[in-house]
C-alpha cells in the first residue's frame, strides 16, 4: 500500500509508469497497492489506455509472430501449467492489441524493461491483482 495522488485516475483503475517498472491499482483516498513490473524492452513498450477483455489461469502460450521471427525454436503452442510457459499462472489480456499483464516464468525479469510489450507480474503479484479487478476494468500506462 503506498500514497498515490493522482486525480486523473479513479479508485479501480490500473496505472503502470513503465519508467517506473511499477503497477499501481488506484484505490482512492490517496492510496493505491503497487506492485513491481517488468515492461517492454526500447520500442516495444506501450502507453496510453485500455481496458481488461479476458481473465485466465494458467493460460496457454502462442508466441507471436515477432517472437517466433526472433526466437524460431520455440514450439506453437505452450500449454498453461507448463515451466516454460511464459504467462505464469494467470493472465489478463487487454484490449490494445497482443498485450496482457501476466504472471512469469522468470522472476528475475521483474523490475527490468525485457518483454515485447506485456506487463510481467510476479506470480504471487498477479495472482492478489487477479482477484481484485474484472473484467473491463481499465488500464492506463504512461511513459
Known sequence: MVGFSDARF???????RNSERQLYLVLG????IRYPVAVGKSRKSWTGQ????AKYIRPDWAPSPEVRRDFPHLPALIRGGAPNNPM???????S????AIH????????GRAVSYGCIRMANHDITDLFQRVGV???????P
Open 50 to 53: 485500455a481496458r481488461i477483455t
Open 96 to 99: 490494445n492489441g497482443n498485450y
Open 136 to 142: 473491463s476494468t481499465p488500464v492506463v500506462a504512461l
Open 29 to 32: 483516498g490517496n492510496r493505491a
Open 103 to 110: 504472471g512469469t516464468n522468470r522472476p528475475g525479469s521483474i
Open 10 to 16: 479513479r479508485p479501480g483503475t490500473i496505472v503502470i
Open 88 to 94: 505464469g499462472v494467470a493472465a489478463m489480456t487487454l
